[in-house]
């Protein structure tokens, strides 16, 4: 029969276990979310980096596209 101090113990370490448990979780979503940024942020940086390299031209290119 369990006495009351082993009762606590194992309270103790249930307790422990969930928050290292918590703990865990939260870390991992912060990862994943630290992740999911930095690729949004390089899908965009090349995003406009095309855009600046292959389309920029603006006015002038219509301009030329409809006088030619």
Do not use: H, Y
């Not at 082993?6 to 370490?13: I, L, T, V």
């Amino acid at each position: 029969m369990a006495t009351s101090k082993r009762d606590r113990q194992r309270a103790n370490r249930d307790a422990k276990r969930l928050a290292a448990d918590k703990v865990q979780r939260r870390r991992s979503v912060f990862t994943r979310a630290r992740r999911i940024a930095v690729w949004a942020i390089a899908i965009i940086v090349v995003l406009i980096l095309a855009n600046l390299v292959f389309g920029g031209g603006g006015d002038e290119a219509l301009a030329t596209a409809v006088a030619g």
